[in-house]
């Protein structure tokens, strides 16, 4: 098991940036592909991103594709979400996760087994 603490959330206007970390700890971040859910009040968490454990591939969902970039530091224990243009629809509570290396898709809620907290992103209008 994999515990995992994400930072950098905030309020900001619509059109700022922010970077999301998530820091690793427990066991290598480098064993892991990773991703990024969000969920959005009276709403479902949603995919965000993903990418694989050296970081090789990254995966979007199509609203973020252009303006949110995923990246990790294996040697830092750190996965970050830099997130560009944001808009009021992207408010919502972030989370990483783990992926554990099952057969869902990486879009799939199922793939991961360890998740963190969550960290509130607000975008005002």
């Known amino acids: 098991q994999v515990q995992l603490v994400e930072s950098g959330g905030g309020l900001v206007q619509a059109g700022d940036s922010l970077r999301l970390s998530c820091a690793a700890s427990g066991r290598p971040l480098s064993n892991y592909g990773m991703g990024w859910f969000r969920q959005a009040p009276g709403k479902t968490r949603e995919f965000v991103a993903a990418i694989t454990s050296s970081g090789g591939r990254t995966y979007y969902a199509d609203s973020v594709k252009g303006r949110f970039t995923i990246s990790r530091d294996n040697a830092k224990n750190t996965l970050y979400l830099q997130m560009n243009s944001l808009k009021p629809e992207d408010m919502a509570v972030y989370y990483c996760?783990?992926?554990?290396?099952?057969?869902?898709?990486?879009?799939?809620?199922?793939?991961?087994?360890?998740w963190g907290q969550g960290t509130q992103v607000s975008v005002s209008s």
């Open positions: 996760a783990a992926n554990r290396g099952t057969s869902y898709s990486v879009t799939n809620q199922n793939a991961y087994a360890d």
